[in-house]
């Protein structure tokens, strides 16, 4: 029976804080008419990009364009919140997302035959009006959004209750958001004054004793509970007490005092988590990961397969040994796998101690510094790929022995494999290619791996793709 209770007041307080498995664009600090806007607003800059193009060039809207101006909106709506991100990563997406869409169209108008029905300049035209009308409707849409909010109603009247990091962080971001229908009236707490730190422009309003009749008497509408997961008895306590007002509440949880890797929530059977380190690569995301990792390893290997016989050649008449060489490296969840590369030195090391390749080692061959150079001695790891043990992008594997050496030094360590390892990754395309001789060297690859998994995109991947091929013959760092 109490295993009960507590198990429906914890449910009851997940439920209560807004923390749901599901996941919603829109920003609950947002007015609703503004996302209202922003559903529609990239749908039917697409819908009419494509009439008005139709127009243009056939003088009339043919029955194909109207078909396809309806199927793009299908396709784009709802349209997604980009109010809060930065001009540059929403015109970035925008063009990103707009890239696959065409591609996809593409190749349905060619595998249906009904391509032919559309104007070749009508199509160059659209293809290029298209992510440019999303962009200045965007554009525009931020330039207006500061006076649609003032044209609302008077702003929600809001409290936090807990004067701590993130409930400061909270009340200054919501102060901050030109785009907010939220009022912040000040700050509840138990603490006493000493152990508070003062917060600009909002008052501590009281004990939280006193906040029911404080919510009751300034008709709050909106309550944010900033208080630690740990105070679970306290925070059951003014749950109960507010059940006597109308207020909407939220949790605010403090699990983002650790290092959140992919925090989102979600559900186990029915019961409501979050997620604090979790991979990016679930559900559709695993999917478009797999597959393009699939195609664009598939296509590069057919590409490079002459160059691939060349250097095979090259190095066994270079020097005695085999070809390729094999090394046991950590994958996938820590399991070892075995990773291809072209030998590049007159040794096969793989034991409990492995020393790292330095500048004017003499381990490496003559053909072996050309190829580690411009890495094409990495190329026999995309038959890793197509094996399922690599990505293309990724965490650099690590030798079996350095993983073991760095686990217990840097923190986190391990949570790079998390995902499979990759031929190339964010640390590498930042400067942290060759040899780590420092601590800080290591520990810097390790912070871009993990900012890699928690802001991993397709278009992310492609980017450091695109930065792979241009760093790769001038990189100092490669030896």
């Not at 990091?165 to 000493?194: M, T, V, W």
């Not at 942290?432 to 397709?458: A, C, P």
């Amino acid at each position: 029976m109490v295993h009960a209770q507590q198990l429906r007041e914890s449910n009851l307080a997940l439920s209560i804080s807004g923390i749901s498995p599901r996941n919603s664009s829109h920003d609950l600090g947002q007015t609703k008419r503004l996302y209202a806007i922003e559903t529609i607003l990239e749908p039917l800059a697409l819908f009419l990009s494509l009439v008005l193009v139709g127009v243009g060039i056939e003088g009339e809207l043919p029955s194909p364009y109207l078909n396809l101006s309806v199927l793009i909106f299908a396709l784009y709506f709802p349209g997604r919140s980009r109010l809060q991100v930065s001009t540059e990563q929403m015109m970035s997406d925008i063009l990103f997302n707009w890239i696959c869409i065409a591609t996809l169209l593409l190749l349905l108008g060619y595998v249906t035959n009904t391509i032919g029905r559309f104007s070749t300049r009508a199509l160059i035209i659209w293809s290029w009006a298209a992510p440019f009308c999303q962009i200045g409707a965007n554009l525009a849409l931020r330039s207006v959004a500061p006076f649609l909010s003032k044209l609302q109603t008077a702003p929600q009247r809001a409290i936090v209750v807990g004067m701590n990091a993130h409930g400061r962080e909270l009340a200054h971001r919501i102060g901050n958001s030109p785009y907010s229908q939220i009022e912040i009236l000040g700050f509840f707490d138990d603490r006493k004054g000493k152990r508070l730190e003062s917060v600009e422009n909002f008052p501590l309003l009281g004990k939280l004793r006193e906040l029911p009749g404080y919510v009751k008497k300034n008709r709050i509408q909106l309550i944010y509970l900033s208080l630690p997961m740990t105070s679970q008895p306290r925070i059951l306590h003014v749950l109960n007490a507010l059940k006597d007002t109308t207020a909407s509440i939220y949790f605010v949880p403090d699990v983002f005092v650790t290092d959140l890797i992919q925090g989102h929530s979600g559900a186990v059977c029915g019961m409501p988590v979050i997620a604090v380190c979790e991979t990016p690569f679930t559900g559709s995301s695993g999917i478009a990961k797999w597959a393009s990792d699939m195609l664009i390893a598939s296509f590069i290997l057919i590409l490079i397969s002459p160059i691939l016989l060349i250097i095979a050649i090259a190095v066994r008449i270079d020097s005695p040994g085999p070809i390729v060489f094999k090394q046991r490296r950590y994958g996938l969840d820590g399991e070892e796998i075995l990773v291809y590369k072209f030998r590049s030195m007159s040794v096969c090391e793989d034991g409990g101690t492995i020393v790292q390749a330095q500048k004017n080692d003499r381990r490496i061959t003559r053909i072996g510094a050309f190829l580690r150079k411009t890495s094409l001695d990495e190329l026999p790891q995309f038959f890793n790929v197509l094996q399922g043990r690599m990505s293309i992008v990724g965490p650099r594997p690590h030798a079996v022995a350095h993983n073991e050496q760095y686990r217990s030094l840097i923190k986190g360590y391990m949570i790079r494999h998390k995902v499979k390892p990759g031929i190339t990754g964010w640390a590498q395309v930042n400067g942290y290619r060759g040899e780590t001789d420092k601590l800080e060297k290591m520990q810097s690859r390790i912070d871009f791996d993990l900012d890699y998994l928690r802001n991993w995109s397709l278009r992310l991947d492609l980017k450091i793709m695109l930065k792979t091929a241009l760093v790769l013959f001038k990189d100092k760092a490669a030896y």
